[in-house]
T-cell receptor, first 110, second 113 residues
Framework: GQNIDQPTEMTATEGAIVQINCTYQTSGFNGLFWYQQHAGEAPTFLSYNVLDGLEEKGRFSSFLSRSKGYSYLLLKELQMKDSASYLC???????????FGGGTRVLVKP | DAGITQSPRHKVTETGTPVTLRCHQTENHRYMYWYRQDPGHGLRLIHYSYGVKDTDKGEVSDGYSVSRSKTEDFLLTLESATSSQTSVYFCAITDPGLDAEAFFGQGTRLTVV
């Protein structure tokens, strides 16, 4: 089976940094995706990690440790528009099927 | 934006009735998926398809069936709707590459009363 855990909710201040952790236990791991989902909208792709290490994309960075079954998404210079849910998803090598964690709702306050 | 549309966007139906949700894409992606999203559970895979007439079950497939007769259309049918199937349903498409991102439709909010 697969188990993916991430915190339910986090609150941060505009301009600050927030780190969202994701731990997973799975067989057939291929890579790890992060998606952003605003309330009432579809998820949209943020990042993909397949190798250990940090991937940086502007204000967002994602880290993966395959040996530890651990990833995090780092959001820097937070803006009000970053208030959303952030979904951690593991993909298996066969068929690109994604297994999602429950999502972390981030609330950015002024 | 990926050309992926779901219909209907909202539906209220009665327990015991059949319901079909449609996912239509204009991107010619081979892989298509149906997920449901419920509070506390995140997105869960219902069924998926790797091509025309090639479908398989996901983790929560009981009570659902799918069909894919054309590359661009993936239909999800609730054979006899139950209140536990009240949810938001998302269709997703992707290419076969292992690092291919999934593109999601806007979702269908289904309420079974």
């Amino acid at each position: 089976g697969q188990n993916i855990d991430q915190p339910t909710e986090m609150t941060a201040t505009e301009g600050a940094i927030v780190q969202i952790n994701c731990t997973y236990q799975t067989s057939g791991f291929n890579g790890l995706f992060w998606y952003q989902q605003h309330a009432g909208e579809a998820p949209t792709f943020l990042s993909y990690n397949v190798l250990d290490g940090l991937e940086e994309k502007g204000r967002f960075s994602s880290f993966l440790s395959r040996s530890k079954g651990y990833s995090y998404l780092l959001l820097k210079e937070l803006q009000m528009k970053d208030s959303a849910s952030y979904l951690c998803a593991v993909s298996k090598a066969a068929g690109n099927k994604l297994t999602f964690g429950g999502g972390t709702r981030v609330l950015v306050k002024p | 934006d990926a050309g992926i549309t779901q219909s209907p966007r909202h539906k209220v139906t009665e327990t015991g009735t059949p319901v079909t949700l449609r996912c239509h894409q204009t991107e010619n992606h081979r892989y298509m998926y149906w997920y449901r999203q419920d509070p506390g559970h995140g997105l869960r895979l219902i069924h998926y398809s790797y091509g025309v007439k090639d479908t398989d079950k996901g983790e929560v497939s009981d009570g659902y069936s799918v069909s894919r007769s054309k590359t661009e259309d993936f239909l999800l049918t609730l054979e006899s709707a139950t209140s536990s199937q009240t949810s938001v349903y998302f269709c997703a498409i992707t290419d076969p590459g292992l690092d291919a991102e999934a593109f999601f439709g806007q979702g269908t909010r289904l309420t079974v009363v």
